[in-house]
């Protein structure tokens, strides 16, 4: 039914040879647009469909950009390359697009089009025609370059571990070295590492709140994070609803990241647990190391996906003849990973840091989950159809890290590995969810309090990290290294309060699970089908085509905990 055989969109408006080189070429286009006449209902759907294939070729522009400077942070030819978008075409291109909204929207033939088709699309056009403001397009500008800073801060940080040189990405990998020594080393490196560019950090992110909060008190909104859960289209949950996810964390989740950690404890035989220790081995047993090479992680994947569904390990295939992958750490590589949608290619672009761990399979089949969805969402008629909602987006990654646990014998030539590389898994779906609420609740804080002071940010994080703290890992004398602990979260400088997604996709995905638990087959389809809908319909109907509900409440998460915590004593037994 699905197809990876993909095919760039043929353009139908635009030259075939058309690149976005300077203003004076795009120009006028957007004002044929703005001033085409619209006499009927079919001319008003070739014009959007025009729209869309320039906002097409446009946003596939600005991802390259984008992807060439991540690959290579250092090469100040591609950065400029990417400012110049952000400065020079992106501000110019706002007012058009503002007109051009407008003149969607008043056109008389609006109300002939298929309701339930266009509606999810119009609502977010009439959002973005309520958000903006001229005045707003300068700091918008702005932000978008400074967003990049922190990847050319963070990615020139490097450590030096037994005479050698590496990336905070690969020195992860001592972290799991059997020496404990070692390993507390190499954890103050990494942490004094962050901690020399402190200062430029916190001015980096001083200037962005400002930025920030001038923006939304622009658009009328009393503070940043009541803007953004506008502009990030949250039409679905409120702030309130956040709070009760975070509380329901404290309750029903931090008691089962305690026994995770207890039994992290006894199995290393230690005194004392301390934060060097959480991804070491026990004595005698070897870290799990599922491949070598950025080419064997593909091809083991592409081998994994293959078994769960061919269509899956086709998506993959097909992004590697098309080049469209960056995976191995490497100096002046910024860090993180991402899967980037291409809107006219169709084939998005996935980027990570791949140093030959575990967590690199994780990463791998997440945003090999994030390209399937891209896959399935490209057929659709319009640009503007193909932006669903990061709710469902983060479903399907995280469903597809615990779909592909069955067929992770790719990785893993003995059981043993494979028990304990399933066993690492569902103990990081459940301590994962103290992080997201730690950082979601600060940035609650942040927007709330736009003027504070360094002292006061630190403050509000430490108090943030104590209240979702475990009562099992050691943390004494490292206050230092606490204190600017979320410095390291890229989210906080690039994608404002986009965090809490993962949470509630993390619901999701468990959701998914049970479902694959019951049928396989079933489960895999009701995934593709929801995933293929892209974003024409509402978040709750999208996650009921996914045979889920929209629920986060701690209700509902106490069921999927028990259901986690059941299949977790399972493959203890099993292993």
Request: aromatic share 12%; proline share 4%; net charge negative.
């Amino acid at each position: 039914m699905y197809t990876a055989n993909i095919q760039k969109t043929a353009r139908k408006y635009l030259p075939a040879d058309f690149t976005i080189t300077n203003w004076t070429a795009l120009e006028p286009i957007l004002k044929e647009l703005l001033e085409r006449p619209i006499p009927d209902k079919d001319s008003l759907e070739k014009w959007m469909q025009d729209q869309s294939e320039l906002e097409a070729a446009i946003s596939e522009d600005a991802c390259w950009r984008q992807i060439r400077m991540t690959c290579d942070t250092e090469n100040k030819e591609l950065e400029n390359a990417f400012n110049f978008f952000c400065m020079e075409i992106q501000p110019k291109i706002q007012p058009y697009s503002d007109a051009l909204n407008k003149k969607l929207v008043a056109s008389p033939f609006l109300s002939q089009l298929d309701k339930e088709a266009y509606h999810t699309y119009l609502r977010s056009i009439k959002k973005s025609i309520e958000l903006f403001r001229e005045e707003n397009i300068p700091l918008q500008a702005e932000m978008s370059v400074l967003q990049q800073q922190f990847g050319q801060i963070t990615g020139a940080m490097m450590v030096t571990v037994n005479g050698e040189e590496y990336t905070l990405q690969q020195a992860a990998k001592f972290l799991e070295n059997p020496d404990r020594n070692l390993r507390e080393e190499v954890y103050r490196k990494i942490q004094d590492r962050r901690l020399q560019d402190k200062e430029k950090l916190d001015e980096l992110f001083d200037k962005l709140v400002s930025l920030r909060n001038t923006e939304a008190k622009n658009a009328g909104f009393e503070n940043y994070r009541d803007y953004r859960f506008k502009e990030l289209g949250r039409f679905d949950y409120t702030k309130e609803d956040c709070f009760q996810f975070h509380a329901a964390v404290k309750q029903h989740v931090l008691p089962l990241v305690n026994a995770i950690y207890k039994k992290k404890k006894q199995k290393l035989g230690l005194d004392q647990l301390r934060p060097w220790d959480m991804d070491a081995e026990p004595a005698g047993q070897t870290p799990l190391r599922p491949f070598k090479t950025s080419e064997e992680l593909l091809q083991k994947s592409i081998d994994c996906f293959n078994q769960l569904r061919p269509f899956f390990g086709e998506c993959l295939q097909k992004m590697r003849e098309l080049n469209h992958l960056d995976l191995e750490s490497r100096k002046g590589k910024a860090p993180g990973g991402y899967n980037c949608p291409l809107a006219e290619s169709g084939a998005p672009f996935i980027f990570m840091n791949a140093a030959g761990q575990m967590h690199d399979v994780t990463t791998m089949v997440h945003e090999g989950g994030h390209a399937v969805h891209s896959f399935l969402a490209h057929p659709l008629k319009l640009s503007g159809f193909k932006e669903y909602p990061m709710e469902i987006a983060e479903v399907a990654s995280m469903a597809m890290e615990l779909f592909s646990m069955d067929h992770w014998e790719s990785f893993f030539d003995n059981k043993e590995d494979l028990d304990r590389a399933k066993e690492h898994q569902l103990e990081r779906v459940i301590t994962i969810f103290p992080w997201i609420a730690i950082i979601d609740k600060f940035q609650h804080w942040l927007y709330e309090h736009p003027t504070h002071t360094h002292e006061e940010r630190t403050a509000a994080w430490v108090s943030t990290l104590k209240e979702f703290q475990d009562e099992v890992v050691d943390y004494s004398g490292l206050d230092a290294y606490r204190s600017n602990a979320w410095q390291r979260q890229l989210h906080l400088y690039e994608v404002p309060f986009y965090y809490i997604e993962y949470g509630i996709a993390q619901l999701g995905a468990i959701g998914m699970w049970m479902q694959y638990k019951q049928n396989h087959q079933q489960a895999l389809d009701n995934y593709c089908n929801a995933l293929a809908l892209g974003g024409t319909k509402t978040l709750p109907q999208l996650y009921q085509a996914a045979g889920l509900e929209f629920d986060f409440s701690p209700d509902k998460i106490k069921v999927l905990m028990d259901f986690v915590e059941k299949e977790m004593k399972q493959q203890e037994k099993a292993a």
